[in-house]
């Protein structure tokens, strides 16, 4: 049996989706933490257990009969670390077979993204757990741009600290896809880490030319520095505490650590994966 965590969010929800194409829902379940926000999924058949990565024994009593578990990390950035090590622990007591656990690319104690860390250490403990494991780095969502973009897609400025950097994004129903296809075959997938981002690494310029064509009218790049870039978030109302990880995206583009490219998406996916244009066109349309 598979069950899904963070089953009411944008990738798990997609996973399961593309897992009900291949699978009886019987054979599903989604961990949740409140039931009455999946009933759309209860009514397909899939069978809804309730934990919470903070509550321990919930993730233990969630996992129990379960044979892989597709491990969304979680959205919380509270304590995110001891989050993850409480749902590979509770996998080990419920003897859960193997854990899919959802990284990102250029995971590392010193990576830019003040994320990257939390994935990090959390890579090495599910490597030392004894569980069967497989761990898929994903690139920055191509949906996740139009965070990036502020009021450009109105104004048709685009003002970001991206000089120098590079992005090599893909779509969030790409990487649920594969999430869904290593869970389906994990003795295939055992003890491998894989690098799913997009097929090229675009300067900011060359994004802003996406974003144009998907939009329908132009959009410019605009250049602007870090320093700037905080102060806007700040004005915007974005609250103190959050501006640090913005920014901190920025900084790890500029690094270049988003900008890897792999041929492990298209490979596992078994055709070419979407195009940016393809994703944001509808969504920017809306």
């Avoid at 990390?73 to 193997?98: M, P």
């Avoid at 502020?150 to 649920?176: E, H, K, N, V």
């Amino acid at each position: 049996m598979i069950l899904v965590t963070g089953a009411t969010g944008h990738l798990g929800k997609l996973a399961i989706q593309f897992l009900l194409t291949k699978l009886p829902a019987s054979e599903l379940a989604a961990l949740v933490r409140d039931p009455a926000k999946a009933t759309d999924l209860q009514a397909l058949g899939v069978e809804l257990r309730a934990g919470d990565y903070f509550d321990y024994p919930s993730l233990v009593q969630a996992f129990a009969g379960i044979d892989t578990v597709l491990f969304v990390s979680s959205g919380s950035l509270e304590n995110r670390v001891q989050q993850h090590t409480n749902a590979i622990n509770a996998a080990r007591e419920s003897h859960v077979k193997h854990v899919v656990y959802t990284s990102m690319v250029n995971a590392a104690e010193d990576m830019k993204f003040l994320t990257g860390s939390d994935h990090y250490h959390t890579e090495n403990y599910l490597k030392q757990s004894g569980l069967g494991y497989t761990i898929l780095r994903n690139a920055f969502y191509h949906e996740a741009l139009l965070g990036l973009l502020g009021g450009a897609a109105s104004s048709g400025q685009w003002y970001y600290p991206g000089q120098g950097a590079t992005l090599s994004p893909a779509a969030r129903a790409d990487l649920a896809e594969v999430l869904a296809l290593v869970g389906l075959d994990p003795a295939t997938h055992q003890g491998q880490t894989y690098n799913l981002t997009g097929t090229r690494a675009y300067t900011f310029p060359e994004l802003a030319t996406e974003l144009s064509q998907a939009a329908g009218q132009p959009i410019a790049y605009v250049p602007i520095s870090l320093e700037d870039f905080r102060s806007a978030l700040l004005g915007a109302g974005v609250p103190a505490p959050f501006v640090p990880l913005v920014v901190s995206v920025a900084e790890a583009q500029q690094a270049g650590q988003m900008g890897l490219v792999d041929e492990a998406l298209p490979r596992l996916l078994g055709r070419t994966p979407q195009p940016l244009v393809a994703t944001l066109g509808p969504l920017l349309s809306a």
